[in-house]
């Protein structure tokens, strides 16, 4: 989803509203995106990027799924996730394999190389995390982990159509 970083392009907040909501929105929209820059550009050093790390290192915490599993864990759809597959493949670091019970679906792995450069890509990851929320004071971490998990809640229970 592309939501738009102008403030001129959001409606005012309504009679009542807290204006401080568009201010923190946008901060968060901005922080987001550079963060993902800033991963984009450490994965980018190791010859990865995000959509490829984030494919490695789910298979690195569940090997032996299906396509159609590793596309419901990365919220995306089961053809972005097969051209996906079929270029860590051909680097040598996911293998397909048939299941037994299934000939029209397969079980992804690692390969040994594919464990080497995810394990690379995870302290990327660390060190990035480490540097960024992990300099934060504890107390801090405390109080935003909450907010985010209730803000999460909130997205979660939006319906399918957004309104006209």
């Known amino acids: 989803m592309d939501l738009a970083l102008s403030q001129e392009t959001v409606p005012s907040p309504g009679a009542g509203a807290n204006p401080d909501v568009l201010r923190t929105w946008f901060r968060f929209l901005r922080l987001h995106q550079r963060i993902t820059a800033r ?3 450490e994965y980018r050093r190791i010859g990865l990027s995000i959509p490829q790390f984030d494919l490695l290192s789910t298979l690195s915490e569940r090997e032996g799924i299906s396509q159609q599993e590793v596309a419901e864990r990365l919220y995306v759809t089961k053809g972005n ?3 996906l597959i079929d270029r860590l493949a051909a ?3 996911v293998e397909r394999r048939a299941l ?3 000939r ?3 079980a992804l792995f690692l390969t040994p190389e594919g464990r080497a450069i995810t394990e ?3 302290a990327l990851q660390r060190r990035l995390v480490a540097a960024t929320l992990g300099s934060l004071p ?3 971490l405390m109080a935003l982990d909450p907010i985010l998990v209730r803000w999460r809640d909130v997205v979660r ?3 399918d159509t957004p309104e006209p």
């Open 120 to 122: 690379r890509g995870l």
């Open 91 to 93: 680097l040598g670091f």
């Open 100 to 102: 037994p019970n299934d």
């Open 81 to 83: 996730v097969s051209g």
């Open 39 to 41: 991963a984009a550009a």
């Open 157 to 159: 229970d939006l319906p």
């Open 104 to 106: 029209r679906s397969y």
């Open 138 to 140: 504890a107390s801090d």
